[in-house]
């Protein structure tokens, strides 16, 4: 493990770490001499920088109770010693050696030969895996904070990244753009150039000069968004001018102004936190004015000469490509009300300098109740390098963010990315646990070792305590919840939570599982849920809403919606509702004695009630006049839909007797593709409306629409029904894509968050098809779908 400065930057075996610093390059500006002396070794420069490729044979994915890492081992002994798994192999794209099934015929054969090959995936503490990439703003911050800090980066992850980043180069033009699938943007091709300099890349490899001339054609770094221009100030390449305030004094207001930082959602205010705490600083890197690449660097990502630039102008500058949220007047006011006015004549030393100490202070808590692995991998650099500033490079809390950041990175066949948290490993896992209990297989003996070690994955990462000083660091109650990765991350969310208790009950109320998750425990995840219902009725992601949603005249991300407090979505809402409909069904009256009040019957039987008559008015009124319902964290319609119809059958609402629930189906049957399936296109989610996906069909997009038709209690086979037959279409659609091995393909990205930015659910296609097959075969018979 890493421990001191001298040490990498991961616990990988990797040997002699790259010196970033040492590296030679041509600056963008230089003469035409300097120039055409490196179009000569360009040839060269290029097959150098493809020939990079690591050994995958040597990549092994490490899993210690839930915390991922990959490492990369130099010897042939290290690789006998530890041999590349089948997990392993498949999550790096490499042949997996198993064998070809037999040719499955009816719907449960194909959700069995899917689970043939998904058992070989689950890791040894019981939890799935996989990339959760997508988001290309992720890495830029890790490297950048790997440079300005002088952690060595490992060979085998510095040439993993660039292959990475070249991979996921938009082969037009060049740039990069917010997410995998997403439009060039300033912010995407500025950041991702610059750390590929970072790392040794050549700037007058082909691909830079590329990436170059769009970064240039969109005016350069200077109209970037806010955290990219933050970023770059930290580095050097960019003066703290250029940054737009992010006062540390706000941490100061007292908690019963609306605009305090404790009412904003969770990620922005974590991600405030520490930017909030350097830019009081104004740090910026040391080294940059002596640094080769940091001055060639100054040369590269601007359209005018470095020297002639007035950053402070070009605050507000932002590309069309970047500006999914302008900024508002407000804010634009604010701001320059900050920079004018309260920066340069009225701020005291002394309130500087408590904003600073309290801001400081909320980051040792964050890294105290998350030992270092922090929420997400945008603060965590950004607290990693608060540290930093602050103790100096040899603290413990330096070496200690050194070791957790590797958690964050994954490797696949096309390189090194960065994952939008620590993993996913509670969320796909409760979701498998759930497929295979829909399905009817779950007492299928084959299962039972794969579900047990399911089962047992849960209970260890329920979260058993409350994080410590909770109210003075604004977290919300977290006994009995279950987070979206490990209990160690430590934040509750509402539907992993709910989720995870339904997963729990499904298996414990089996014959032959153990029972793990005493009453009490699944008592104190009913408490957590009952604590994440807003006003509205409608559930919140990570804690109830806390402040006005006119906040968002505040943000200040410019790349992101709906950012700056918590909403309601009808994913998290329905996922509470499942979640108490199940457990009063399981745990109501003759049960037990409720051992609070003495009480005979069902939990806080009043109190969930009262929550579930809140959150179905809010399901029913959240639905839009075609009868859909808009997803915030999938893709999109279909995503959202599948659970609303999922938590509306829960009680009895169906398509027989509701009128909501028909509409509902009529909008799935009228979007279902000429071969038979559904395909939803990332565009939905920034839109607002229903776009199809440009490749049609979509396995993923398919499931969903299927289990909502069979939650629905769509009559598929009635003669009087419009679309009749939709739903034998699409699970034959899915019977079809399946490879012979058990597999299915990857095809489009599945998720989203903030409206704007897509990111990556892979083994969704494992998980959802298996259920939709399962629960098609129980409805409609397991017999050959012609």
């Known amino acids: 493990m890493v421990t001191t400065r001298s040490q990498s930057a991961t616990p990988s075996r990797s040997s002699t770490p790259i010196n970033a610093n040492g590296s030679t390059s041509v600056h963008a500006n230089s003469s035409?001499?300097?120039?055409?002396?490196?179009?000569?070794?360009?040839?060269?420069?290029?097959?150098?920088a493809r020939d990079e490729k690591t050994d995958y044979s040597r990549w092994r994915l490490r899993d210690d109770r839930g915390r991922q890492t990959w490492h990369y081992l130099d010897s042939d002994e290290e690789c006998k010693e530890w041999p590349q798994s089948i997990a392993d192999r498949y999550m790096l794209g490499l042949e997996t050696g198993l064998p070809t099934l037999p040719s499955p015929e009816t719907p449960l054969d194909h959700a069995r030969n899917a689970l043939s090959f998904f058992q070989h995936l689950q890791l040894p503490p019981g939890n799935w895996a996989c990339e959760y990439g997508g988001p290309m703003f992720l890495l830029p911050g890790i490297v950048i904070t790997w440079y300005v800090t002088q952690t060595p980066i490992p060979p085998a992850y510095a040439s993993e990244i660039k292959n990475y980043l070249f991979a996921r180069q938009h082969p037009e033009?060049?740039?990069?753009?917010?997410?995998?699938?997403?439009?060039?943007?300033?912010?995407?091709?500025?950041?991702?150039?610059?750390?590929?300099?970072?790392?040794?890349?050549?700037?007058?490899?082909?691909?830079?000069?590329?990436?170059?001339?769009?970064?240039?054609?969109?005016?350069?770094?200077?109209?970037?968004?806010?955290?990219?221009?933050?970023?770059?100030?930290?580095?050097?390449?960019?003066?703290?001018?250029?940054?737009?305030?992010?006062?540390?004094?706000?941490?100061?207001?007292?908690?019963?102004?609306?605009?305090?930082?404790?009412?904003?959602?969770?990620?922005?205010?974590?991600?405030?936190?520490?930017?909030?705490?350097?830019?009081?600083?104004?740090?910026?890197?040391?080294?940059?004015?002596?640094?080769?690449?940091?001055?060639?660097?100054?040369?590269?990502?601007?359209?005018?000469?470095?020297?002639?630039?007035?950053?402070?102008?070009?605050?507000?500058?932002?590309?069309?490509?970047?500006?999914?949220?302008?900024?508002?007047?407000?804010?634009?006011?604010?701001?320059?009300?900050?920079?004018?006015?309260?920066?340069?004549y009225l701020r005291p030393d002394s309130l500087k300098q408590k904003a600073e100490d309290w801001t400081w202070k909320l980051i040792q808590m964050e890294d105290a109740n998350t030992d270092y692995a922090d929420l997400a991998p945008v603060n965590a650099p950004m607290n990693f390098l608060a540290c930093y500033i602050t103790e100096g490079p040899d603290a413990y809390s330096v070496r200690r963010h050194r070791e957790r950041i590797p958690e964050f990175l994954w490797v696949k066949d096309e390189?090194?990315?960065?994952?939008?948290?620590?993993?996913?490993?509670?969320?796909?896992?409760?979701?498998?646990?759930?497929?295979?209990?829909?399905?009817?297989?779950?007492?299928?003996?084959?299962?039972?070792?794969?579900?047990?070690?399911?089962?047992?994955?849960?209970?260890?990462?329920?979260?058993?305590?409350?994080?410590?000083?909770?109210?003075?660091?604004?977290?919300?109650?977290?006994?009995?919840?279950?987070?979206?990765?490990?209990?160690?991350?430590?934040?509750?969310?509402?539907?992993?939570?709910?989720?995870?208790?339904?997963?729990?009950?499904?298996?414990?109320?089996?014959?032959?599982?153990?029972k793990l998750v005493d009453d009490e425990r699944l008592r104190d995840a009913v408490d957590v849920i009952?604590?994440?219902?807003?006003?509205?009725?409608?559930?919140?992601?990570?804690?109830?809403?806390?402040?006005?949603?006119?906040?968002?005249?505040?943000?200040?991300?410019?790349?992101?919606?709906?950012?700056?407090?918590?909403?309601?979505?009808?994913?998290?809402?329905?996922?509470?509702?499942?979640?108490?409909?199940?457990?009063?069904?399981?745990?109501?009256?003759?049960?037990?004695?409720?051992?609070?009040?003495?009480?005979?019957g069902c939990y806080r039987e009043e109190d969930i009630d009262k929550f579930l008559d809140g959150a179905l008015k809010y399901i029913r009124a959240a639905q839009r006049p075609d009868g859909s319902w808009y997803g915030s964290w999938g893709i999109c319609f279909t995503y959202a839909g599948m659970f609303a119809l999922e938590s509306l059958a829960c009680v009895g609402e169906r398509y027989a007797n509701s009128e909501r629930v028909r509409r509902a189906c009529r909008f799935f049957v009228e979007k279902q593709n000429p071969d038979g399936g559904w395909g939803e296109s990332y565009k939905s989610c920034e839109t607002a409306k229903w776009v199809p996906h440009p490749q049609g069909t979509q396995v993923v997009n398919t499931a969903w629409a299927c289990i909502a038709l069979m939650e629905a209690g769509w009559p598929d086979e009635d003669d009087e029904v419009q679309g009749k037959g939709a739903l034998k279409r699409g699970i034959?659609?899915?019977?079809?894509?399946?490879?012979?091995?058990?597999?299915?393909?990857?095809?489009?990205?599945?998720?989203?968050?903030?409206?704007?930015?897509?990111?990556?659910?892979?083994?969704?296609?494992f998980i959802f098809p298996i259920r939709a097959l399962g629960m098609y075969a129980k409805r409609y018979g397991d017999v050959e779908v012609l």
């Open 32 to 48: 035409p001499t300097k120039k055409r002396k490196a179009q000569d070794t360009v040839t060269n420069s290029v097959k150098r």
């Open 173 to 344: 033009d060049g740039g990069w753009g917010l997410h995998i699938e997403g439009v060039t943007s300033v912010f995407g091709t500025g950041m991702n150039y610059t750390i590929l300099r970072l790392l040794g890349a050549d700037a007058e490899d082909e691909r830079m000069v590329k990436a170059r001339a769009k970064l240039h054609e969109m005016g350069g770094v200077l109209n970037g968004p806010h955290w990219s221009k933050w970023w770059l100030a930290v580095l050097g390449v960019c003066e703290w001018g250029i940054v737009n305030p992010a006062p540390a004094e706000l941490w100061l207001l007292p908690d019963w102004t609306p605009i305090s930082p404790w009412r904003w959602w969770i990620h922005i205010r974590q991600v405030f936190l520490p930017m909030s705490y350097i830019a009081s600083k104004k740090w910026t890197y040391p080294s940059a004015s002596s640094d080769p690449v940091i001055q060639s660097l100054r040369n590269e990502l601007f359209v005018q000469p470095y020297s002639s630039i007035d950053f402070s102008a070009h605050r507000n500058d932002i590309s069309p490509y970047d500006n999914y949220h302008p900024k508002t007047w407000v804010l634009n006011a604010i701001n320059w009300l900050l920079v004018k006015v309260w920066d340069p």
């Open 415 to 514: 390189g090194m990315l960065c994952n939008g948290t620590n993993g996913v490993q509670t969320w796909d896992t409760n979701f498998l646990v759930q497929a295979v209990v829909e399905a009817g297989l779950a007492q299928e003996k084959k299962w039972k070792p794969m579900l047990t070690k399911a089962l047992e994955f849960l209970d260890d990462h329920q979260i058993r305590e409350e994080c410590v000083e909770k109210d003075l660091c604004y977290r919300h109650t977290r006994k009995g919840a279950w987070a979206f990765s490990t209990r160690e991350q430590g934040y509750t969310v509402s539907d992993c939570t709910s989720e995870a208790m339904k997963a729990v009950m499904m298996l414990q109320a089996l014959d032959g599982f153990p």
């Open 530 to 600: 009952l604590t994440m219902q807003n006003s509205t009725g409608g559930v919140a992601s990570y804690e109830h809403r806390r402040g006005s949603e006119l906040l968002e005249y505040l943000n200040a991300a410019e790349v992101f919606g709906r950012i700056m407090v918590e909403y309601d979505y009808p994913e998290c809402t329905t996922a509470c509702v499942t979640a108490l409909v199940m457990f009063k069904k399981l745990y109501g009256k003759g049960h037990h004695t409720d051992e609070k009040s003495q009480v005979k």
């Open 732 to 765: 034959k659609l899915l019977m079809e894509r399946q490879q012979a091995n058990g597999e299915w393909l990857q095809e489009g990205i599945e998720g989203v968050f903030n409206k704007s930015c897509m990111i990556s659910y892979p083994n969704y296609k």
